[in-house]
């Protein structure tokens, strides 16, 4: 990649976002106090799916997902993600010029398996010009053949992000700027979707609006309506505000109202999912069709599992010591195989702290884990801790 970041590397210390706080409650009380006494087993176990998420995309079959992350939801978190019951997963915010400019050293392995195994896919990008956004697009779906071949065939989503709040980012006419700019967030949607074939779904990641004002809201509504209006196939959005980044709850009655003034709209919501529950009490009480899951899966994969077992009438099982050792092995393994030794330590140390507070002696393994920096101190880890 030739020392240039290609994703945003969104990191939490400069959005101000914890990777993982303990919430009080989830989600916030003020915000949807009765969501909180819905049982989130009986919603999971109604719950019928949207038969239009499955016909959009073949193999999303179930009604949460994995949330892009930058610098988190590469191709082994995915693979991860999957293996524990995640249909369907959204790629780190791709910058558009990593894709068009030749000084840039996009690896289209970080993008696409070999094989199958990360399809269905959301390959998000994030840029500021519509022509560099459009020819983004198509270079993924290039990418994508060339890597994957006909596997790739309906299994592909090009998702626009106009929600990243980094100020960096939006100073530079990407991802949040937009919702303050609804007339270019159409130029720029309308770009990627002209671009692509017809057949192949594009979505779009929002935020409830810019900040708080009224006028805000109604730029949010003529980006979203926009969207919808130039084919796309969903929206999911985060109900925090740019202004918001990440101080504070999503506000999940907006994503109340916004579902019963849209009925027919596909829309999924994003924010506060801490919790298996946390994804049935979102799709009860504000209506969304699908939960995109972020925080809440950092180090924690296994809140996959545990929400296919709620709508399978199951209690969610924790994993045991013998289970996190070998999805940590296995995460361990893609990581250093996709970053090298050295770097791929270097990231699984931020994701470490999410794993390790599943262990009865969290504290002591965390601080082992961010001492970690080649695949033999893992491997120590692992024995000293994981036994067995
Ligand atoms: C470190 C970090 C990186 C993120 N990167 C992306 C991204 O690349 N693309 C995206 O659509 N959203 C991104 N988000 C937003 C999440 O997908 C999600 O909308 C947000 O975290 C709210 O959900 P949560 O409160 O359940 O975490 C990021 C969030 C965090 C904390």
């Known amino acids: 990649m030739a020392g240039r970041e290609y994703h945003l590397g969104m990191q939490p210390s400069r959005t101000g976002a914890p990777s993982r706080p303990a919430p009080a409650a989830s989600p916030d ?7 909180l006494a819905l049982d989130p087993r009986r919603v999971a176990v109604a719950h019928r799916l949207d038969p239009r998420i499955p016909a959009t995309v073949p193999g999303f079959d179930r009604p949460f997902f994995q949330a892009g992350l930058a610098g988190y939801s590469d191709s082994a978190m995915r693979r991860v993600a999957r293996a524990l019951g995640s249909p369907f997963c959204v790629t780190e915010a791709i910058l558009d010029r990593a894709l068009v400019e030749p000084g840039w050293k996009l690896d289209p ?51 626009v992000n106009l929600a990243c709040p980094v100020r960096k980012v939006a100073r530079k006419r990407r991802g949040g ?7 270019g967030a159409i130029e720029l949607l309308r770009a990627v979707r002209e671009a692509l074939p017809p057949d192949l779904p594009c ?65 999924f919501g994003s924010g506060d999912i801490w919790t298996a529950e946390d994804i049935f009490r979102m799709l009860g009480w504000t209506g969304v069709a699908g939960v995109s899951v972020a ?7 296994w809140i996959f599992r545990q929400a296919a077992q709620l709508m399978a009438g199951e209690a969610p099982r924790k994993p045991d010591s013998r289970e996190q050792r070998r999805v940590l092995t296995q995460h361990l393994d893609l990581a250093l195989g996709l970053k090298g030794e050295r770097a791929g330590s270097r990231h699984m140390r931020k994701i470490a702290g999410g794993y390790a507070s599943l262990h009865p002696e969290g504290d002591r393994v965390r601080a082992a884990m961010f001492r970690a920096q080649t695949r033999s101190d893992w491997q120590a880890i692992l024995e000293r801790w994981y036994p067995g």
């Open 203 to 267: 979505t779009v990641k929002l935020r409830r609006g810019s900040d708080d004002s009224p006028a805000a809201e109604a730029d949010f509504l003529r980006v979203f309506e926009g969207a919808y209006a130039l084919g796309y196939a969903w929206a999911t959005v985060h109900a925090r505000s740019v202004e918001q980044a990440y101080r504070g709850p999503s506000q999940w009655r907006f994503l109340r109202r916004l579902v019963q003034a849209y009925p027919d709209r596909l829309i």
């Open 295 to 301: 925080r809440g899966s950092i180090g924690n994969p």
């Open 29 to 35: 009380p003020g915000d949807a106090a009765d969501a």
């Open 177 to 183: 700027h937009w919702l303050a700019a609804p007339s």
């Open 109 to 159: 392995a970080e993008l696409f398996a070999a094989d199958a195994s990360d399809l269905p896919l959301a390959v998000q990008l994030i840029g500021s010009q519509p022509a560099e956004m459009a020819g983004a697009a198509v270079r993924v779906v290039e990418l994508a053949r060339a890597c994957l071949g006909d596997q790739a065939t309906g299994r592909l989503v090009i998702d």
